[in-house]
């Protein structure tokens, strides 16, 4: 059975720094392109970021261009996002996400781009 496990998410203030984690079971996903969405109370589901299988590409939201990392480690199995100068509207929870599709060069954007997703991880920028 798949899972998706993400880890990481807590209480941070504003201006700070979060690393998320997601460790992949199951089955490999080194040939596989992984995302990280999130969801605010009362709104709808959005992508955040995404990794191409051997990491080339990166597609990030307009919102969290140039404060968010991704990175892919195969060896791992795993997803990590670097969340870094936070703001209160990025309080979420956070979803992990993997898709069965191999060797694509870009990673999916929308959420029927995925087929695995994990139970999510709380994120709250409070001060």
């Known amino acids: 059975q798949v899972q998706l496990v993400e880890s990481g998410g807590g209480l941070v203030q504003p201006g700070n720094s979060l690393t998320l984690s997601c460790a992949a079971s199951?089955?490999?996903?080194?040939?596989?392109?992984m995302g990280w969405f999130r969801q605010a109370p009362g709104k709808e589901r959005e992508f955040v970021a995404g990794?191409?299988?051997?990491?080339?590409?990166?597609v990030y939201a307009d919102s969290v261009k140039g404060r968010f990392t991704i990175s892919k480690d195969n060896a791992k199995n795993a997803v990590y996002l670097k969340m870094d100068i936070l703001k209160f509207e990025d309080t979420a929870v956070y979803y992990c996400?993997?898709?069965?599709?191999?060797?694509?060069?870009?990673?999916?954007?929308?959420?029927?781009?995925?087929?695995?997703w994990g139970q999510g991880t709380q994120v709250t920028v409070s001060s």
């Open positions: 996400a993997a898709d069965s599709s191999v060797l694509r060069e870009n990673p999916g954007v929308l959420l029927a781009d995925y087929e695995y």
């Open positions: 199951g089955r490999s996903f080194s040939y596989n392109y």
């Open positions: 990794i191409n299988w051997n990491s080339v590409n990166t």
